[in-house]
């Protein structure tokens, strides 16, 4: 599961893996934030839920 303090990051593919150019990963910071009176074990649902999403956007 995730922590606020804790830097994940999921590396962007090029489309086109047969090119004979060189490969390169991309790497960018990301920090989510959950703010309000809810509890943390829902807190922690949605921002591992966010992460998910992100990674399979990505891969």
Same mark, same amino acid.
């Given at each position: 599961?995730?922590?606020? /303090?804790?830097? !994940? %990051?999921?590396?962007? !593919?090029? !489309? /086109? @893996? #047969? #090119? %004979?150019a060189?490969? %390169? /990963?991309y790497?960018?910071? &990301?920090? &989510?934030?959950? %703010?309000? /009176? $809810?509890?943390?074990? @829902?807190k922690?649902d $949605? &921002? !591992?839920? &966010?992460?998910n999403?992100?990674?399979?956007a990505?891969?």
């Amino acid at each position: 599961m995730s922590h606020p /303090d804790e830097e !994940q %990051a999921y590396p962007l !593919q090029a !489309q /086109d @893996t #047969a #090119a %004979a150019a060189p490969h %390169a /990963d991309y790497y960018f910071p &990301v920090e &989510v934030v959950m %703010a309000g /009176d $809810i509890p943390e074990e @829902t807190k922690n649902d $949605i &921002v !591992q839920e &966010v992460w998910n999403a992100l990674h399979r956007a990505l891969s």
